[in-house]
């Protein structure tokens, strides 16, 4: 009884029960892209159009470390897969795809308190995308993941890309 007495009291005391998970264990599992978007420093929200309005794609992070990440331009139909014409810069977070298409899986860190998740491409559709540090801010509520980081717009503005997944499984 006095257990859920101090329970009760915490409860009122911080307007909602506190989850006993970590930001890292809130991440793991599949997650179904639902939009990607970009807002420029005025505000301004525009798609990005490498991979379109309405992208598919699937983010998966496992226990022991892991992340994969596939995504791609609906209705893609690009028969040939160029290498991109901007070279990735040590200041964008954002990985490059190749031909409507962006692929890579390596492993992934959590910083808790700064509130990040930084992937590092093993593996990647495109090369230069390997051995990089991706570095993610991120939000969970419920089973929606909210990721946005710093990138560049196809006529190289700078935008804070942010990219909702929605939760598959655990």
Not at 50 to 71: C, E, F, M, N, W
Not at 88 to 106: E, Q, R, V
Not at 120 to 125: G, Q, R, Y
Request: charged share 20%; aromatic share 6%; hydrophobic share 40%.
């Amino acid at each position: 009884m006095k257990n859920l007495l101090v329970t009760l009291t915490l409860v009122i005391l911080c307007g909602s029960v506190v989850s006993a998970q970590t930001p890292r264990q809130d991440l793991i599992g599949t997650w179904e892209l639902v939009s990607r978007l970009d807002r420029d420093s005025a505000g301004r929200v525009s798609v990005e159009p490498k991979l379109g309005a309405d992208p598919r794609g699937v983010l998966i992070y496992d226990s022991t470390g892991h992340v994969a990440a596939q995504l791609m331009a609906r209705g893609r139909t690009a028969l040939t897969c160029p290498t991109p014409a901007r070279a990735n810069t040590p200041s964008s977070s954002a990985s490059a795809g190749i031909g409507d298409y962006d692929a890579y899986f390596g492993h992934y860190e959590v910083d808790p308190g700064a509130g990040t998740v930084t992937h590092v491409p093993e593996a990647a559709l495109a090369p230069g995308d390997i051995g990089r540090r991706l570095v993610r801010h991120f939000r969970i509520l419920g089973d929606t993941l909210w990721i946005h980081f710093d990138a560049r717009a196809a006529d190289g503005t700078p935008v804070t890309r942010t990219i909702t997944w929605s939760r598959v499984s655990r």
